[in-house]
């Protein structure tokens, strides 16, 4: 083998850390197969900006108590928003040497009562810090779809045990412990940088008890923050040899971020308790404002165990179908009555098993990723549909048929919140706009066809088939694209799933939205005035109909935000049609989107 010492020395000189230098003899396949040495962008690197020594015994004064805390929570919430063990929790070095945090020198030092003083408060921290962590971890990998490893979070623990010895319940008393001692000396209590530890003391006492079910509001008054950092208590990455995989970008939030977000998470665990009592029409309002809200991973995998994992299915059924239909309580327990014949009774059990895991799934939805929710709901209403059909077959029992309008229901509730997502996440383009809104205003219709009682579902497809129908005519007043016919393939796997369903209750035609683009145009080429005038008297409705939902910060459709911003831009550039004042009232449905 030759010698590259010299060479690589000349090759490296010019190089910043991290860079890599390769001889013209390695080729690409070669490269591939190589395992990389010391990249700092890879789960084992190098670390190429060493920040001192480190020593877990050393005294800090209590404003770096605080920095070293606040730090901590940064990287902690960091892995919360789907950073890496290794690029978060990991980099704190006081993690992994818990044990090594207390005084070296003997009581009859001088330094002793502030080492005794700084090292306990930072023990219990730290202590209450890696329990956090462990129930946060085991909360996450039972989240069964609310977050998702590799999608919302990372749970590689690279082989390190994320498990402490101690109890949650012996971790929260010896921080309730420590933090009363601490307060206890009259110097400490006057000092208010000492003040500010206690107070991030009894926050991370809080958020463990959070993690475990037992939200209460956070108070952090008085809170401040420290511009005295400790470097070298942390590292820039922890290496660990795992398969020598490149590490996503993570960038830690800064402190004062870092206490607004766990101030929400905990204000948000603090509202799950306030709806833990509420009906099931109350309970799938307020899940439908959870998905319009972003959550970290942890609160929304709280938020399924605590409100969705149903121990009484057969409840839960009834109070829909009784809500849906308005038909008496038990209604599925008078039907069974009725059913005769084996095979009747095993369709009707089946049956009654499936829509009530399907009725927990729907309701779990809203706890997903968006992409994931999206794509839930589309098999979900595909689901309804089936079940609907199911039902379809037993009708000649007495109540089942008027069962059959709900399943329709629920079928097309999902097909309208998949439909709604698309919006955000950017899946319709300007020349699908006319296309899409068709479609949600003939769900909505379709919906209102089955004459179902006046659910939270039936109102809030009330107000999107008003929004559906006034960006109807107002993206055929003035278009965003030159030209939006659709290919009948394209028409085909857009509405995929849909279309696989049997039995639909509005199945997908491209020759209606043929038609119904035709009638548009001709519409409006006829009289464009009285079209825009009618688009907003639509556009007043569906604000009203959102004001009395309540729901004017939950109305999710980002995309409708800025478009309804172009068309305003399109529409004031042409003053001698004198749209300008009518247009004024379309910002009324943009503000009840926000």
Not at 161 to 185: K, S
Not at 549 to 557: A, F, I, M, S, Y
């Amino acid at each position: 083998m030759p010698d590259i010492k010299d060479w690589l020395r000349a090759a490296a000189s010019t190089l910043a850390p991290g860079e890599v230098v390769k001889p013209e003899s390695l080729n690409f396949l070669d490269a591939m197969n190589a395992l990389e040495m010391m990249d700092p962008a890879m789960d084992w690197g190098v670390n190429i900006s060493p920040k001192g020594s480190f020593d877990p015994a050393a005294l800090v004064k209590p404003q770096q108590l605080c920095w070293i805390m606040d730090e901590m929570s940064a990287r902690e919430l960091a892995w919360h928003r789907g950073g890496t063990l290794a690029q978060t929790v990991y980099t704190s070095l006081h993690y992994h040497n818990t044990l090594l945090v207390s005084p070296r020198v003997e009581r009859t030092h001088p330094d002793f009562p502030a080492l005794e003083a700084c090292t306990a408060a930072l023990r219990a921290w730290v202590l209450g810090y890696a329990k956090s962590i462990e129930v946060a971890y085991h909360a996450l990998l039972d989240a069964n779809g609310a977050a998702r490893d590799g999608e919302d979070v990372w749970l590689d623990a690279y082989g390190i045990p994320i498990e402490t010895t101690e109890t949650a319940d012996e971790v929260a008393t010896y921080l309730e412990n420590e933090t009363a001692w601490l307060a206890a000396d009259a110097g400490r209590a006057s000092d208010p940088w000492w003040a500010n530890v206690l107070l991030r003391l009894r926050f991370r006492a809080q958020w463990l008890d959070a993690l475990r079910h037992r939200p209460s509001q956070l108070d952090l008054n008085g809170l401040r923050l420290s511009t005295e950092a400790v470097p070298s208590a942390f590292d820039a990455v922890t290496p660990f040899l795992r398969q020598n995989m490149p590490l996503p970008v993570v960038t830690p939030p800064g402190h004062e971020a870092t206490w607004a977000a766990f101030i929400a998470a905990a204000d948000d665990l603090v509202r799950m308790v306030q709806m833990s009592g509420n009906a099931l029409d109350e309970l799938e309002e307020s899940l439908v404002g959870v998905q319009l809200r972003p959550m970290l991973p942890i609160v929304r995998a709280i938020y399924k165990t605590e409100l969705c994992e149903m121990p009484s299915r057969a409840r839960l059924i009834d109070e829909w179908l009784q809500n849906a239909t308005g038909l008496p309580p038990a209604i599925l327990q008078r039907i069974d009555m009725h059913i005769t014949g084996p095979n009747d009774r095993r369709s009707f059990a089946l049956w009654r098993d499936i829509i009530s895991g399907t009725l927990v799934q729907t309701l779990q939805v809203p706890l997903m990723n968006p992409t994931r929710q999206r794509r839930a709901y589309m098999h979900l209403a595909r689901g309804w549909t089936d079940q609907a059909s199911a039902a379809a077959r037993l009708a000649h029992y007495p109540d089942m048929e008027r069962l059959v309008p709900a399943l329709h229901g629920r079928s097309l509730d999902c097909e309208l919140h998949a439909s709604l997502l698309a919006f955000d996440l950017g899946l319709v383009a300007d020349n699908e706009q006319r296309a899409a809104w068709w479609w949600i205003l003939a769900i909505t219709r379709a919906r209102a066809r089955l004459g179902l009682v006046g659910t939270w579902e039936a109102r809030w497809a009330q107000a999107w088939g008003a929004v559906a129908a006034a960006l109807l005519l107002l993206y055929t007043v003035i278009p965003l694209a030159s030209d939006d016919k659709t290919s009948r393939p394209h028409f085909t796997l857009r509405h995929k799933i849909a279309l696989r369903a049997r039995a639909a209750f509005v199945p997908p035609s491209a020759d209606e939205w043929e038609r119904t683009r035709a009638g548009l145009d001709a519409a409006v080429a006829k009289d464009a005035a009285a079209a825009l005038d009618l688009a907003l008297n639509w556009l007043d409705a569906a604000t009203e109909h959102f004001r009395d939902l309540g729901v004017d910060t939950h109305v999710p459709v980002g995309g409708i935000l800025l478009d309804l911003s172009r068309l305003v831009q399109a529409v004031s550039g042409g003053g001698e049609l004198g749209w300008e004042r009518r247009l004024s009232r379309v910002p009324l449905l943009v503000a009840h989107t926000l």
